[in-house]
Each structure stands twice: as structure tokens, then as C-alpha cells.
């Protein structure tokens, strides 16, 4: 039973841009608290971004601080993740995550153990 569809993946230059969607079906994941993970060849899964329930908080790994900005739109069931000024070390699978369980409503989920629903992952490349 599928619940969670990333799209927007591809290959991008070095400074370019992309936006990724995360689209959720079913009550398990609609409205919960989401959140964006990568992993890159060779390496752990890691923490990129994460949203809380509502949309008025995110958080946001250091290394794409002021780079990367997470939304969602509840009324479809969505997150996004617009990505700019892309480097080559972002070049990696994003994966979207969804915690189906009890949350707290003004918090935002940061590890992966917080989420028990995943997408499939999408592929961004940046490369010149």
C-alpha cells in the first residue's frame, strides 16, 4: 500500500535549482509531521529538513540552511522541498518520511526514528 510518492528528482548544474514533492494518500499520513531525508553513495541516511503538522515550523539541517526551505499544503496532502543553490555534495536519494503515530502539535521531528512511514526516494544529481 503505497503512502507516500516523492517526485521533482533529476540532474541539475552546480547553482541550480529543483523542488521536490511528497505526496501522501491515506489518513495514516495526511496532516502528521514530515520530514526530508538523503543518502548519498557510500553514506548513512541523514537529516535534510522537517516540518511540524500545521506548516508553521521547520527545521533544517546545517548544511542546507538558507538553502533548502520545506512547505506543505495540507488541503492536497503535500510537502515540498524547494532546493537552491545546489552544490554537488547535495547530489544524493531524498527520501520524504511521515510519523503516523501520536505527535506533539508544535513539534518538529528531526531522526529517523521518529517516522515510521517512507516514500521510495528520488534521485537528485548535481553535477557540471
Known amino acids: 500500500q503505497v503512502q507516500l510518492v516523492e517526485s521533482g528528482g533529476g540532474v541539475v548544474q552546480p547553482g541550480g535549482s529543483l523542488r521536490l514533492s511528497c505526496e501522501g494518500f491515506?489518513?495514516?499520513?495526511?496532516?502528521?509531521?514530515k520530514g526530508w531525508f538523503r543518502q548519498a553513495p557510500g553514506k548513512e541516511r541523514e537529516f535534510v529538513a522537517a516540518?511540524?503538522?500545521?506548516?508553521?515550523?521547520?527545521y533544517y539541517a546545517d548544511s542546507v540552511k538558507g538553502r533548502f526551505t520545506m512547505i506543505r499544503d495540507n488541503a492536497n496532502d503535500t510537502v515540498y522541498l524547494q532546493m537552491n543553490s545546489l552544490i554537488p555534495d547535495d547530489t544524493a536519494v531524498y527520501f520524504c518520511?511521515?510519523?503516523?503515530?501520536?505527535?506533539?502539535?508544535?513539534?518538529?521531528?528531526?531522526?529517523?526514528?521518529?517516522?515510521?512511514?517512507w516514500g521510495q526516494g528520488t534521485q537528485v544529481t548535481v553535477s557540471a
Open positions: 518520511a511521515a510519523r503516523a503515530g501520536r505527535f506533539a502539535v508544535s513539534r518538529v521531528y528531526r531522526t529517523e526514528d521518529d517516522y515510521d512511514i
Open positions: 516540518i511540524n503538522w500545521s506548516g508553521r515550523s521547520a
Open positions: 491515506g489518513r495514516t499520513v495526511s496532516q502528521k509531521p
